[in-house]
């Protein structure tokens, strides 16, 4: 008798709690459980809604201005270290940096990219056919390849 009367009590307060978090004003517990049911269809309608937007804002802030990419050129012994990252992928942006190498006359020694889920490039350029370094500068190389990634972001606009 007495576990059923807690049982009763603990119940009801369930019900109580559920018909106040579903603003609900029926006093039937089947109406409750009606009306909760109807709450939850439309929290999860609220929930895909704001998906949607955020998806649609992400795509904005994608889509709106230059995306924030990281452009560091070293001078090195024999060379340049060349470093390229961006926060998300960059489909066709390596052919432009490669481009550019060969504009500059430089050939890759060692390369390491990854295109998944940010641009990473980082490589190592020599000048081509044994040439002396020594009239290149850093700056222009960077000139280059920062023209090189303006000249891939206009393209990509176009689509």
Known sequence: MVARVHRRTGMH????????????????KTSM???????????????????????AAAQKV??????PMKLKVEAQEK?????????RSCE?????ILEAFEELD????????????NFCFEAVGIKGNNEDMGHM???VVEQVVSQAIQNWREVTKQY
């Open 33 to 55: 459980i009606l009306d909760a049911s109807e709450y939850i269809r439309g929290l999860k309608q609220r929930l895909l809604e704001l998906n949607q937007l955020a998806v």
């Open 137 to 139: 500068e850093a700056q």
């Open 106 to 117: 430089l050939e890759v020694v060692e390369a390491r990219v990854s295109c998944v889920d």
């Open 79 to 87: 060379g340049f270290m060349i470093e390229v990252l961006s926060q």
């Open 13 to 28: 307060s369930s019900l109580q709690r559920l018909r106040s978090i579903t603003k609900s004003h029926a006093r039937r």
């Open 62 to 67: 994608i889509d709106c201005g230059p995306m």
């Open 92 to 96: 066709g942006l390596l052919v432009f």
